[in-house]
T-cell receptor, first 115, second 114 residues
Framework: GAVVSQHPSWVICKSGTSVKIECRSL??????MFWYRQFPKQSLMLMAT?????????EQGVEKDKFLINHASLTLSTLTVTSAHPEDSSFYIC???????????FGDGTRLSIL | QQQVKQSPQSLIVQKGGISIINCAYE??????FPWYQQFPGKGPALLIAIRPDVSEKKEGRFTISFNKSAKQFSLHIMDSQPGDSATYFC?????????????FGTGTSLTVIP
């Protein structure tokens, strides 16, 4: 099946630093990528939707200057958490969808811990 | 407003039993209903999905039952095994809409005891 690779799987950093998370579709062209945030024992909360070559669409309440999304190619999207603070600690998951009628395929997530 | 309601929140089943998880949706424009399985520390993995033109889809031990008039769908896991212990999410979406948002249920934590 389709594979989506997310990197890194776990990152710990100091408050105030910026962290970049990569999401790659390995065997298909991802015209659309989604970024989710998941708190422990809770459902996935959609943060933003990005289409290749255009600006991401952010969900209500998600700060676009805080969570920078770049979808520069059909196989790569990045999420940068800028000036991260402890409240940004969470599990971040990307998913990718190909052209036409395709389901979403998820990466394995990135556990972000801000000290 | 929760677009997709999922129940139960948690479920404990004995090995060999049937696990049943239910979901209900409101938007009749939804035409794609996937189920995802998530293990701790991993992303969700697509398990099985159904379109509303059929009432049932079976893949191995996993079956989706779909009731269009009631706007409900359910996942049945036959002969449940300890390895099935995970969190299960249902979702609903408009399939043909490129870039569409998936609306997820709140998840069901399944524990299969030996």
């Amino acid at each position: 099946g389709a594979v989506v690779s997310q990197h890194p799987s776990w990152v710990i950093c100091k408050s105030g630093t910026s962290v970049k998370i990569e999401c790659r579709s390995l065997d298909f062209q991802a015209t659309t990528m989604f970024w989710y945030r998941q708190f422990p024992k809770q459902s996935l909360m959609l943060m933003a939707t990005s289409n290749e070559g255009s600006k991401a669409t952010y969900e209500q309440g998600v700060e676009k200057d805080k969570f920078l999304i770049n979808h520069a190619s059909l196989t790569l999207s990045t999420l940068t958490v800028t000036s991260a603070h402890p409240e940004d600690s969470s599990f971040y998951i990307c998913s990718a969808r190909g052209q036409g009628s395709q389901p979403q395929h998820f990466g394995d997530g990135t556990r972000l811990s801000i000290l | 407003q929760q677009q997709v309601k999922q129940s139960p929140q948690s479920l404990i089943v004995q090995k060999g039993g049937i696990s049943i998880i239910n979901c209900a949706y409101e938007n009749t424009a939804f035409d794609y209903f996937p189920w995802y399985q998530q293990f701790p520390g991993k992303g969700p993995a697509l398990l099985i999905a159904i379109r509303p033109d059929v009432s049932e889809k079976k893949e191995g031990r996993f079956t989706i039952s779909f009731n269009k008039s009631a706007k409900q769908f359910s996942l049945h896991i036959m002969d449940s095994q300890p390895g099935d212990s995970a969190t299960y999410f249902c979702a609903a979406a408009r399939y043909m809409n490129t870039g569409n948002q998936f609306y997820f249920g709140t998840g069901t934590s399944l524990t299969v005891i030996p």
